[in-house]
């Protein structure tokens, strides 16, 4: 004979409410100023509202670049900033005009793999890391090629890749 299943108490199941906004997490989509970005934001943006979920932005400032000359290095810093906001708020309308909803921004400087890691270790909501695909080069892209390869161990989110040419094939 077997034991009795431990029944459970209806009351303790907790369930989202429908049409909540954001259950579905955040994809998190890194700006640049190609192509591939606008389709992978336009692509994400339809997902989210699909998925009752929100975008995530991060621009990210290599800052190894930069002159070690204090005065100049702060000067280049601020206006890299004000360039990354300026960005942002416009690739905003884009998600805003698609899908109605207002992104999440991060602007970083640092290492593109390092920060990407750690936006997505520090911020619980992102469900995806949404990349695009190349569409003029035999190389998908050095962010495509570094997640689908050595640095696919240090994420804990699924990547989604979506193909450059998405929206000449027709196929949003």
Request: charged content about 25%.
């Amino acid at each position: 004979m077997t034991e009795p299943q431990d029944v459970i108490d209806v009351e303790e199941v907790k369930t989202p409410k429908a049409g909540r906004a954001n259950d579905g997490g955040a994809y998190l989509i890194i700006a640049d100023d190609s192509d591939e970005f606008l389709v992978a934001l336009r692509y994400a943006a339809q997902k989210a509202v699909a998925n009752r979920a929100n975008i995530i932005i991060a621009y990210i400032v290599n800052v190894d670049d930069f002159v070690h000359w204090q005065n100049l290095e702060k000067m280049m810093k601020n206006e890299l900033r004000d360039q990354a906001e300026k960005f942002l708020w416009n690739a905003a309308k884009i998600v805003n005009d698609i899908s109605g909803l207002m992104p999440v921004f991060y602007i970083r400087e640092g290492n593109n793999q390092d920060e990407i890691v750690k936006i997505i270790e520090e911020d619980e909501s992102v469900r995806s890391l949404v990349l695009g695909g190349k569409v003029d080069s035999s190389s998908p892209g050095s962010l495509v090629s570094y997640f689908t390869g050595k640095g696919f161990a240090r994420l804990h989110v699924p990547v989604m890749i979506v193909p450059g040419d998405l929206e000449q094939k027709g196929l949003r």
